[in-house]
Nanobody, 127 residues
Framework: QVQLVESGGGSVQAGGSLRLSCAAS????????MGWFRQAPGKEREPVAAISRSGSTTYHADSVKGRFTISRDNAKNTAYLQMNSLKPEDTAVYYC????????????????????WGQGTQVTVSS
């Protein structure tokens, strides 16, 4: 099972930017679909973005489309979430997740689709 470690969270003002990173252990990173999720206090964990094994196809939730971009570097075993134009409602703990896939261009976006999770990183956006 792949081990995931997120970094890059912090506190920013509305309109600011952050880039989250998710470093994965092991030599099979390129066989995993990667996803980013977030959970605000009192709310369920929700999908933010996902990227296929090859990086050729992506999913972004409507709430972040046009502001956030998911990417990956298979040579560095790392997935990223670039977050621009941040809003106070983006405040949450952000988690990266991984799921093995036999297909290079498929992505998944449901919490239940992913079996490996990082510990989370806090993102706080002030108005």
């Amino acid at each position: 099972q792949v081990q995931l470690v997120e970094s890059g969270g912090g506190s920013v003002q509305a309109g600011g930017s952050l880039r989250l990173s998710c470093a994965a252990s092991g030599r099979t990173f390129s066989t995993y679909v990667m996803g980013w999720f977030r959970q605000a206090p009192g709310k369920e964990r929700e999908p933010v973005a996902a990227i296929s094994r090859s990086g050729s196809t992506t999913y972004h939730a409507d709430s972040v489309k046009g502001r956030f971009t998911i990417s990956r570097d298979n040579a560095k075993n790392t997935a990223y979430l670039q977050m621009n134009s941040l809003k106070p409602e983006d405040t949450a703990v952000y988690y990266c997740a991984a799921r093995f896939s036999s297909y290079s261009d498929t992505w998944y976006y449901k919490v239940a689709d992913f079996g490996s999770w990082g510990q989370g990183t806090q993102v706080t956006v002030s108005s």
